[in-house]
């Protein structure tokens, strides 16, 4: 890591020589001792990386993202980012930004004991664990009934699938808890609320850390043939939930899974995970709500996926029915489900090919593909 570079583009000072200075090292003042420090005790070895402080034998490591944490006071994933950002030249474009987030772990988060300390704690204090189980009976009951209202046939099928917990008190109360992994470590979690809340967010995110992330990514590293990136967890569910009811159906041969991004504002982070995942899979499309087709296309040109539409009369993925979900495993799929929905769609492709043939070369004109 280019620490000098680093230390002058955040004005920070420095020195590279006096009493505390070796040769081949810089100074600065020691973050963890802060004021008490006089002057600058903490070394920093350009070779090695490894950095103490003279004051306190306690304030020592050889990682640059605790460091940088202590300097700037970011998180982890954040300084996870400043570390590869200035171990590499500094790029140009988006597009070589992004090779460089892409080049170390084939654009995967590289995690180290602070990622991992931080998915214990989440674990075992009183967040994760202590939210309830959804049941069919008793106090959760409503819970339940949310998911059914939202049309999943089988709500338990979705709460053990996706792990989804649900709060009763606190500051997540009345919210359906949905756990954010990465690398089979807990990141954090979001929130759905199960009504409108007046004074918060429909959904209420544990950390600003998950939009480092995306959903269901653990499942999505082993591929299918078709990947949908929506804005929301629970469309996203929605969606991927969907895959598994037509698995099993020959007249649905195309495998699909889902994803989200967690809003229409998309992280360098989340463009690296989502540029590599799609390798995994045959086609990749972008699902956003209705309105936010400028974002969709954004996201679609950065990745190199191509933009879904919605159906007419729908605001969201999450709305869709299960005709329309059909869609998404059948080779006729294109992003466009036309006017009429897929009832006539379907029936075209039975009486009318010649239509069908008319419809798909209108979308192709008129389609986004970046």
Not at 312 to 341: A, R, V
Request: proline share 4%; glycine share 8%.
């Amino acid at each position: 890591m280019d620490w000098q570079r680093f230390l002058d583009e955040n004005n920070i000072h420095y020195v590279t020589r006096g009493p505390n200075t070796k040769r081949g090292e810089l100074s600065i003042q020691c973050p963890m001792c802060g004021d008490e420090d006089p002057s600058e005790h903490l070394g920093i070895n350009l070779q090695t990386g490894k950095w103490g402080c003279h004051r306190d034998a306690g304030h020592r490591g050889k990682s640059s993202r605790t460091l940088i944490k202590a300097i700037l006071g970011c998180s982890s994933p954040q300084a996870g980012f400043i570390v590869k950002q200035y171990s590499h030249s500094d790029p140009d474009t988006l597009e070589a930004a992004l090779a460089v987030l892409e080049a170390d772990n084939n654009g995967t988060i590289e995690h180290d004991e602070d990622i991992a300390m931080q998915a214990r704690l989440q674990q075992m204090g009183p967040q994760f664990k202590d939210f309830n189980r959804i049941k069919t009976r008793g106090i959760t009951q409503r819970f339940f009934e949310y998911l059914q209202n939202r049309g999943f046939e089988n709500p338990q099928f979705v709460i053990d699938r996706y792990d989804l917990r649900c709060a009763l008190t606190g500051k997540y109360k009345d919210r359906i808890i949905i756990p954010i992994r990465h690398n089979d470590e807990l990141i954090g979690w979001t929130s759905r609320a199960l009504g409108k809340p007046l004074n918060a967010p429909r959904y209420l995110a544990s950390s600003e850390d998950v939009k480092a992330f995306i959903f269901n990514y653990d499942q999505l590293k082993y591929g299918a043939q078709r990947l949908i990136i929506t804005e929301g967890p629970f469309d996203a569910i929605r969606v991927d939930n969907h895959n598994f009811i037509c698995e099993d159906r020959l007249d649905y041969p195309i495998s699909f899974r889902a994803t989200c991004t967690f809003g229409t504002s998309v992280t360098v982070s989340q463009i690296a995970l989502l540029r590599a995942l799609k390798k995994n899979f045959n086609e990749t499309w972008v699902l956003f709500d209705h309105g936010a087709e400028n974002s969709a296309n954004d996201l679609a040109e950065w990745i190199g996926a191509k933009v879904a539409n919605l159906p007419d009369n729908y605001d969201d993925p999450g709305e869709l029915d299960n005709e329309e979900l059909d869609y998404f495993g059948t080779k006729l799929f294109q992003g466009w489900w036309g006017m009429g929905g897929l009832s006539q769609l379907v029936k075209t492709r039975q009486s009318n090919v010649k239509g069908i043939a008319r419809s798909n070369a209108w979308w192709k004109r008129s389609s986004h593909k970046p």
